[in-house]
């Protein structure tokens, strides 16, 4: 059993590395788009038998040390009815985006279980077909990123409903954010009891905040979440364009820091401290390059991170343009790395 | 006549700082819509007498202390024969967009005079009616920015494209860079000539490079325009989502910074040191708040840049939802303030 991933979690002293790549399960892999053809993004998340097919393809092809489950960060959203669905080439949408706490009374609680069981059933398929070769990671997206979806109804450039509410009515957006930190607790608590042995955090938009903003607005719901997860597995938070934030994270109680590529690991490790592991942060375009660029950024990365606990990582999820052999290496060059 | 923004810009001892906000001559006045009834976004910028009457607008509407050419920093690509269009609510888009440094060799290169003379149509036209009340600020994109539009035909959400260039061929996409940069110069040249007394360098996506890959990839474009500029007057730029650049901007050779709101001012000069004036960078998010929130933030803001040369502005483009009103008060805020 390859405990690897575990273990760097909880910061043990290990042998190297591990390894896994955001995004693994996807188009740059012929199997996925193979099975993409079947049926469109939201079938295959609620599909379980081929939601759990996709997320063991990277570990049979690409040999990661992690799976981590195939879903969307918006699935919840959906089961509390704000209405998901997809716009070819254009990403998600909402079909009754929320802009007022009296908007949000629409959103219905949910029960994981009943309300999302294809995401449980996943989880307990792939972990069976693992049977504990690799570790499988669960998910969600923090509350504050899931409010710039369902306030602007989908992808945005400048967030103008989500800020026009969080300056004029900071309080209802945080009464709001609070209730889906309640369903997004629950959903994952059930991700680990059907199997999950560690959970990440996507904070995708967390960068647009300022340090003592996001502290104000988007730390409490996020607090809540990891404060009502049963189950004792590693927490790993991934924020993305946040480098001013590193001095917040410091003491947010989780094991794992999850940090993009725009700063180098020992850098954010001075700002965070030693009883954080981090993780990441190749640079995803650094995939599109020779194989000796791959290898010799791929060492300096595991270099950077050297001076404390890491898993390996990139610092966003991989380009659908990338060659799986690139993948592979960028895999095999810190499997290969001894960190002695 | 009102100089105090080209004082500040030198860093002179100033009774105040001086205000004006990017993207001021814009879709949140009643104004400015009315005038865009009257054509598209292209046609707008291409019509000197239309161009320079928007241009005008917020000097008198909202009492900002410097004007700011109307345009777009796309215009120049468009000029070296990229092709540029704009699909109503997604924004510009190329009709050739440059891939390989073979590719490139379709671009022209231009003659401002000859290939842009709306634009230093419009610079004249509004010099003489500001008749020296306010100075005039011209502006382009960085080649860097304008290389994200011009290599994904457009907005993107992941610079594929242009990360696998610079990862497989830096050294091309230097060369490519260098010739829009040869471009830049010529351009904001003629807009000096034309009357601009100060040029603000947009690089508005420097930010999702490293501090290390920018200074390799993005700076010796920069430096090249920055070099050639003809004309003695205060340079600033701009960058966007780059808090973990201010390192390396600290020797940038222009005499102003402008940040965006995810990093406090004081902060951002520990880092740039007090050779450099700051503009900036309240979050135009807050001025969709209340009275009493944008008073108390816009006066947050100044105490913050009050520890050296600072110019007040937002942190990014005002949102087109912000009432005229609130704008206003964010001007009259400033220059009710005295640094005494």
Redesign the interface.
């Known amino acids: 059993m390859n405990d690897l991933f575990l273990r760097a979690c909880r910061n043990e002293a290990v042998e190297r590395p591990p390894v896994w790549i955001m995004r693994q399960a996807g188009r740059y892999l012929a199997e996925y788009r193979a099975i993409r053809e079947r049926g469109d993004f939201l079938t295959l998340c609620r599909t379980p038998e081929l939601a759990a097919e996709v997320t063991l393809q990277p570990i049979r092809l690409i040999g990661v040390d992690a799976a981590i489950l195939f879903a969307d960060i918006l699935l919840p959203l959906d089961a509390m009815g704000a209405g998901l669905y997809f716009v070819k080439g254009e990403?998600p949408r909402f079909e009754r985006p929320v802009r007022s706490e009296q908007e949000a009374k629409s959103l219905a609680e949910i029960d994981p279980e009943r309300d999302l069981g294809y995401v449980m059933e996943t989880v307990r398929r792939v972990s069976k077909e693992l049977a504990g070769s690799v570790p499988l990671i669960g998910f969600a997206g923090t509350p504050w990123t899931l409010a710039t979806y369902l306030v602007e109804g989908g992808?945005s450039?400048?967030?103008?409903n989500l800020?026009?509410w969080?300056?004029?009515d900071p309080d209802g957006l945080r009464r709001v954010l609070s209730f889906v930190a309640k369903g997004s607790a629950r959903y994952l608590s059930a991700q680990v009891a059907a199997g999950a042995q560690a959970l990440q955090l996507f904070d995708s938009w967390g960068?647009?905040?300022?340090?003592?903003?996001w502290r104000e607005i988007a730390l409490p719901s996020l607090l809540q979440v990891i404060e009502n997860i049963e189950g004792d597995v590693p927490l790993i938070f991934y924020v993305n364009?946040g480098?001013?934030l590193l001095p917040v994270l410091r003491d947010l109680p989780v094991q794992v820091l999850s940090v993009d590529?725009?700063?180098?690991l020992d850098q954010a490790r001075a700002i965070v401290g030693p009883d954080k592991v981090l993780q990441g942060n190749l640079?995803?375009?650094?995939l599109?390059?020779?194989k000796e660029?791959i290898v010799s950024r791929t060492k300096a990365m595991l270099a950077a991170g050297a001076g404390g606990g890491h898993i390996a990582n990139l610092g966003?999820g991989i380009?659908?343009?990338t060659n799986p052999d690139s993948a592979r290496l960028f895999v095999d060059t810190v499997k290969n790395s001894a960190t002695g």
């Open positions: 990403g992808p450039k400048n967030y103008a800020l026009a969080s300056y004029s960068g647009i905040l300022s340090a003592e903003r364009g480098s001013h590529w725009r700063i180098p640079d995803p375009g650094a599109l390059g020779s660029e966003h380009l659908p343009m």
